[in-house]
């Protein structure tokens, strides 16, 4: 067995520092290790207290009976190394240090955590700054959380990993106050050991948990944290991370506009994506995200029926499903013929969504009969259930009615209950049908599965071939240089010749169709429209004139004289995306979004991060350009021509292999605009910029 098994399934447990009041916070872990049923070996430390209830309390670690496989060190950080010292002396397995007073206190204790490790030697360690850990799969409960102090928690299969140890209490009570199960509790805290890495890597091979949910605040080691995600994700396990800090700016400056647009935020985003986690947007999203998911059922598709017996409530669920992209389309004939043999009179409204069969509160009969007719119905991948005030009175019927109809399909079933009745939402809860008390917990949810779904759909990279990259240039490239190396990774560039003086103008456009774009030619310039260093339309009468006044006023507006241009063949008829790349601490990312001067404007913007090997699927290429708002364009937006989605993709996987195969070496690289044409036309990178280190 190794360490983390042993922390999270000790068979002793040494509670040093223990004290024999249980209101204090030392006297807590061996009151609740005692409540809540943990069926080891108990040893508190303490050399001021003979006996704690019925257990001998000894006076030093190195006069317990035995080596414990886990201890509680309670003491204060300016002692605490020196129990953990002699704790790895003896063999422990690990250690859980919930001192605070280290390097979230500064200078002085960043010294006294560096001290906590070396004392530590090969031990692993939980913390410091700690709550500590529960395993309600096994009762194992190694915290002083006062959340410990309720009674009862049910037990299920979503395990929680924290870096914050008040939120690991939160969840705690929460998730038990609405009857959501779960397997394992875990505070990282500092990490001056064990992380999150580490116990998503775990829970992983945990037949307890099914669903791991993720409090975060940052991730240490981007590549363990990968490694781990996608491990969970292999197994089956969705990863659902709340991560705080969405308002860091984390934007640096950069000769790209991609650089201005990729924040820290943005790069978590991109992380999570290519691992597969789903983000919870509130706190509320990381417990109601992964009850659906715990489910086990699968979404195949964005249709949901809402069955209801009040309507204000269904026009909530509905209108916030509209919002975030969800159909709630009408019954079919046959699926309405169905709802109607169930009930005579005009209660029933069968013609449309939400569908209000209004006596379904009252006649579990009805109720049945219309769960089973929806979830039977090929129009509909997910039925949401409205539970109205008409359940108040006999809730276990309304619960019994729904749990008969769930083995009968994998659809997707979720409640919500309309008036404030958290009673009715935990039974439902335990029944198998999550419940929630807001409409926007009902879509978060249901996002959230079809993200799961989607994310195991995008396949895996194919090998791209290696590009011959010797004797590249190096430092800012001009325009010219960037588009002949996307070029080399097949990125189609449009055509253009390079001109020096006025009097090669006119051949030039001549050569490329007669209606042309003109820009300087510079690796100093990047932004080329802000200096007037862009004029588009013209012709091989009008360039020659237009390229004297454009030296002109370049020089006027940035004091450099350009001395080379380029003439370029003028493409219409498309549309204009970005498609940049961005590297930092969490790894490298490409970026895809609306295009064109205005694109820091717009910030209609997707970012994934790249795999540790190789680029993008085209799954994954194809997922990002269905993300920006602006997809409808691409899609024949109101009878426009399709683009072509297909040379898009391409493009995409093209430019995140070059990114990938370049590697350090490639320190900036942006396609602005990418014109995306009609079906069939492919696409053209009509500017580039591209910064390049010296070869290793």
Known sequence: MDAISRLLTPRSVAVIGASADPNKTAGRPVAYLRKHGFAGAIYPVNPKVERIGDLTCHPDIHSMPE????????????????????????????????????????????????????????????????????????????SATGALEMDDFPVGSIGVVSQSGGILGSLLSRAAARGIGLSKLISTSNEVDLELADFIDHLADDPATKVIALYVETVRHPANFRAACLKAARAGKPVVAFKIGRSEAGAKAAVSHTGAMAGADRM?????????????????????????????????????????????????????????????????????????????????????????????????????????????????????????????????????????????????????????????????????????ADAESCTAALDGMLRVERFHAQGDAAPAADVATGALPRGSLDEAQAKQLFGRFGVACAAERIVHTPAQAPAAAQALGGRVVLKILSSQITHKSDVGGVAVGLTPQTIADRLVQMAADVEAKSGVRPDAFLVQEMVDGGNELILGMHRDALGTAVLLGMGGVTAELFKDTTMRLLPTHGGLTRGEALAMAQELRTWPLLDGFRGRPKADVDALVDTIVAFSNMVAQLGERLLEAEINPVFVLPQGQGVRAADGVAVLADAP
């Open 67 to 142: 080596v414990p496989d886990v201890a509680i060190v309670l003491l204060g950080a300016e002692r605490a190394h020196l129990a953990v010292r002699d704790l790895a002396a003896r063999g422990c397995a690990a250690a859980i240090v919930l001192a605070s007073g280290y390097t979230e206190t500064g200078e002085e204790g960043a010294r006294r955590q560096k001290q906590l490790v070396e004392a530590a030697g090969t031990m692993r360690i939980l913390g410091p700054n700690t709550i500590g850990l529960v395993n309600l799969t096994d009762s194992i409960v190694l």
């Open 268 to 436: 978590y985003d991109a992380l999570f994506k290519q691992v597969g986690a789903i983000r919870a947007k509130r706190f509320a999203d990381l417990l109601d995200v992964p009850a659906a998911l715990a489910t086990g059922r699968r979404l195949r598709g964005r249709r949901v029926a809402i069955l209801t017996s009040t309507g204000g409530a269904g026009t909530l669920v509905s209108d916030d499903l509209g919002v975030a992209g969800f159909e709630t389309p009408p019954p079919d004939a046959a699926t309405a013929n169905a709802l109607r043999a169930l009930q005579t009179g005009s209660e029933a409204v069968l013609n449309r969504n939400p569908i209000d069969v209004t006596l379904a509160g009252l006649r579990p009969d009805l109720l049945r009969g219309a769960i089973r007719s929806l979830l039977a119905s090929p129009g509909y991948d997910a039925l949401v259930i409205i539970v109205g005030s008409s359940s108040l009175a006999q809730p276990e019927l309304m619960a019994g009615a729904i749990q008969d109809c769930l083995p009968e399909t994998d659809k997707p079933v979720l409640a919500y209950v309309s008036p404030h009745a958290p009673d009715i939402g935990a039974l439902l809860t335990r029944r198998g049908v999550p419940a929630f």
